[in-house]
């Protein structure tokens, strides 16, 4: 199985200060074919389902804000907003659909000071 | 606009079954993989079982399988999930997701408590 780490866990930022959270997977990601990486991330707020953020690493998804930003390859990855916001507060999974079984990392939580 | 509804969670006692529901809508469901996605009471997310457009493959977690199965009725836009021998540790929120290769929808999910 692919195993998925996520770090930091845990992290408080103020308003208007960026934030960056790494992913890194066991084995590339990165389909030779395609030149593209199986990475997803996902956003789930208090109380809510998860929502598709990013997908292929570094695409955004159609609504969510140009703050968020997916980058990396191969077995690291690193998603960053770059601006946070009140409503950002949420914990972060990254998801890889290279391989089955599918797998998420732990999350980071984020949490607004 | 894409719609998932999951219903049929509860409390059920172990070794007992119990069977989701999801309803999908907004989408044309037979163009679609499926799958179920669960996530223990504070704990992160786990993929369970997908299941192709045309329900002819069906991938499980190892823990689910021989246990679980995945289906789908395509005339009635629906997936589903039999959860046979349930387990303390089968004790979840289930969502049903919608597979564009990443899970891109996701219904509100449906908890399901196994415990005596």
């Known amino acids: 199985d692919i195993v998925m780490t996520q770090t930091p866990s845990s992290q408080a930022v103020s308003a208007g200060e960026k934030v960056t959270m790494s992913c890194k997977s066991s084995?590339?990601?990165?389909?030779?074919?395609?030149?593209?990486?199986?990475l997803a991330w996902y956003q789930q707020k208090p109380g809510q389902s998860p929502k598709l953020l990013i997908s292929?690493?570094?695409t955004r998804e159609s609504g969510v804000p140009d703050r968020f930003i997916g980058s990396g390859s191969g077995t690291d990855f690193t998603l960053t907003i770059s601006s946070v916001q009140a409503e950002d507060l949420a914990v972060y999974y990254c998801?890889?659909?290279?391989?089955?079984?599918?797998?998420f990392g732990s999350g980071t939580k984020l949490e607004i000071k | 606009e894409v719609q998932l509804v999951e219903s049929g969670g509860g409390l059920v006692q172990p070794g007992r079954s119990l069977k989701l529901s999801c309803a999908a809508s907004?989408?044309?469901?037979?163009?679609?993989?499926m799958a179920w996605v669960r996530q223990a009471p504070k704990k992160g997310l786990e993929w369970v079982a997908t299941i192709i457009y045309d329900g002819s493959s069906t991938y499980y977690r190892d823990s689910v399988k021989g246990r679980f199965t995945i289906s789908r009725d395509n005339a009635k836009s629906t997936l589903y999930l039999q959860m046979d021998s349930l387990r303390s540790e089968d004790t979840a929120t289930y969502y049903c997701?919608?597979?564009?290769?990443?899970?891109?929808?996701w219904g509100q999910g449906v908890m399901v408590t196994v415990s005596s």
């Open positions: 907004g989408f044309t469901f037979s163009d679609y993989a």
């Open positions: 084995q590339s990601l990165l389909y030779s074919e395609n030149k593209k990486n199986y």
């Open positions: 998801e890889q659909y290279y391989d089955t079984p599918l797998t």
């Open positions: 292929w690493a570094s």
């Open positions: 997701a919608r597979r564009a290769i990443y899970f891109d929808y």
